[in-house]
């Protein structure tokens, strides 16, 4: 694990593959107990999401669905953006079990929008997991359910998160140097 270069920054490692493996472990022993005898279904909130519900998905070993959901943003693609749509959900979520997955909770803002639309589709129940927290970060009064990381507010890539879209495919996570 090197240092890595995009956009002209320098990247450092940050959290291993291993260890992101074994995390997701012990989120996925976790789900299990708490929805024994359910058929949770995970949504994915894509791009950035997909390395970790993929992970995820299959490490719990549960009679469980998986659907993928990308939230158009208003105006721009940073955090400040405004009203977020729910695109591609086409499942009927009337008393399910919903698991949302995502790949980083930053100000909280897409995740609140986005439970607050779900939960108008009565749902039995929401719960959210995030591979990444940032709860320095100023919050939408939505805490996740099932936090892999709690991070300090620093830009990080890899394991599905990106700069200008590039570095997803990175199996580690990064952080910038100096950040
Ligand atoms: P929030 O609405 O502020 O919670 O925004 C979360 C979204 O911002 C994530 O889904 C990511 O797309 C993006 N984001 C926040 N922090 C980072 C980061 O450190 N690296 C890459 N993307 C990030
Ligand atoms: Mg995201």
């Known amino acids: ?4 270069t995009y956009n002209g920054m320098n990247f450092v490692p940050y959290i291993t593959n291993e260890t992101i493996q074994e995390r997701i472990s012990d989120l996925a022993g976790r789900i299990e107990k708490e929805y024994e005898g359910r058929s949770p279904l995970f949504l994915c909130v894509l791009n950035g999401a997909f390395p970790f519900a993929a992970d995820l998905f299959r490490a719990v070993n549960l009679d469980s669905e998986i659907s993928f959901i990308r939230l158009k943003s208003y105006e721009g693609t940073s955090t400040t953006g405004k ?3 729910v695109l591609g959900l086409t499942e009927n979520l009337e008393g399910r079990d919903i698991i949302v997955v995502e790949d980083i909770v930053d100000t909280g803002r ?36 099932y936090v892999g990381f709690e991070i300090p507010t620093k830009f990080i890539i890899g394991f599905g998160l990106d700069l200008d879209g590039k570095a ?12």
């Open 1 to 4: 694990m090197d240092k890595v």
């Open 168 to 179: 997803r495919n990175l199996r580690d996570i990064y952080v910038l140097e100096g950040n």
């Open 83 to 85: 009203i977020k749509e």
């Open 110 to 145: 897409t995740i609140s929008k986005l439970v607050e639309d779900l939960k108008a589709k009565n749902p039995a129940s929401v719960r959210v997991a995030t591979l990444l927290f940032k709860p320095a970060a100023e919050q939408c009064g939505v805490v996740p359910d």
